[in-house]
């Protein structure tokens, strides 16, 4: 019988042109664990489906996979092995085996992304690769109100890349929340926290772009409610920078 | 009027070799602070004291230094300016006017150090730079007592690198301790977190090498006392990495 391997997997996206492999032998995340798995499975021909597709420069924290085979090994050995051999910018968080129907994309029930900007004059130098800067000042309350007119479900043509390829552009935000921390070593962080059934190409980054414009006063909460009137991105702010992006979490259906 | 400039800079090791300035040209913390510095001084002879010289591969969050100039620049200005022409793993993070007096080196009172160990099977990617991976168990109550052990002052001739040059060994340990986090990213993280007025070359790296050795019981809590009194380095366990090893903190006489 076959075994359907499920895995959480990490990874730092700076030197990787995204998750999905890509033409002319780009680094990715999708080609770098296949190659692993190829080595471990004997070159069994191994499919890998994957939560969701990251861009180039995104991180992930909680990105989950699975792959099916016949062949059997004990979990914790594998997970040693696998993470022995990966690249030390991908690991492998954890592994199990999965319902026979579990599918890492389409069993998925809500995506988790974070984004994190440091909103001072200072970026520590430890958090230069996973996190943006912006000096200007933030109206915090006003970005919490923009939070608010994205929940639930909407047509987010307005907010996507134009090279989205999904035929249906509704899109359902069930959580979306903004945290400011500060500790010792970086004071005015702020983090965006937004969790969707599934999200558009770019689209995570052009929903904090615009929320961070409209907190700098330079786009008004009403563009978000005419965009999606209007599903025109005229209406969408700029796109942030990859690098503060992490996929965090995937939900999934209890089986 | 001569100004004393007081600086707290951080810097990710990994790409250094250490702190102090090295002959052939290997790139180092204090030859990038001195091009910048003298850039932005317009080429005045800049002389640079330090609190700690790191290791190749050791971090700092709180490095301290100081330097005089002539040239009077608005503080916040200055920060900005030096922060966009340093490399992306060095930065400034404050910098205030000192004392004429004041000395990053000499009117240090103590320096802190934190060490990261992974006490798993699992290292997160976002950690592999900044901690070592240890899989065996270890006892942190043994560890604790052996702490406590090199608390006070002691002749550290057994604990210290052949190579030191200081004339005493004598250093004394103003607190010492573990401290076990688990956090969502990362579990079991042990920060070893020593205090010192001073520390020998490669003595916190030594000191955090045997108290792991004495928690996975491959040495005796004796062997610290025997190091203290017969001075001898085989008392002494192997010495832990650098790259788990951050100056965090220093601390100052009030002026």
Redo the contacts between chains.
């Keep these: 019988m076959e075994l359907n391997y499920k895995a959480v997997i990490?990874?730092?996206g700076t030197d990787f042109f995204g998750f999905q492999s890509q033409p002319g032998g780009l680094r990715t995340v999708h080609g770098e664990l296949l190659n692993v798995l190829c080595r471990v499975f004997s070159n069994e021909k191994i499919s890998i489906s994957y939560s969701g597709r990251t861009d180039a420069g995104v991180h992930a924290?909680g990105q989950v996979i699975n792959f099916k085979s016949n062949k059997s090994f004990e979990l914790?050995r594998l997970?040693?092995s696998l993470?022995s051999l990966l690249p030390?910018?991908?690991?492998v968080?954890s592994l199990d085996f999965a319902e026979q129907d579990f599918d890492a994309r389409r069993s998925a029930r809500w995506r988790e992304y974070n984004y994190y900007i440091i909103n001072d004059?200072?970026?520590?130098?430890?958090l230069?690769k996973?996190s943006i800067l912006l000096c200007r000042e933030l109206d915090i309350d006003v970005m919490q109100e923009a939070c608010r007119c994205f929940l639930g479900s909407h047509d987010f043509r307005a907010f996507c890349s134009l090279n989205d390829a999904n035929k249906s552009k509704i899109r359902e935000i069930l959580e979306i929340e903004i945290i400011k921390t500060d500790d010792?070593?970086q004071k005015n962080m702020i983090i965006f926290r937004i969790r969707a059934n599934a999200f558009l190409y770019n689209m995570a980054r052009i929903m904090v772009g615009i929320i961070t414009e409209i907190g700098s006063r330079s786009r008004k909460i009403s563009d978000i409610e005419l965009g999606f009137l209007d599903k025109d991105v005229n209406y969408s702010g700029s796109m942030v920078d990859a690098k503060g992006l992490f996929l965090s979490n995937v939900g999934y259906k209890v089986f």
């Design positions: 990490e990874y730092d924290t914790s997970k040693w993470n030390d910018d991908i690991s968080r004059y200072y970026q520590s130098v430890f230069k996973y010792f070593h």
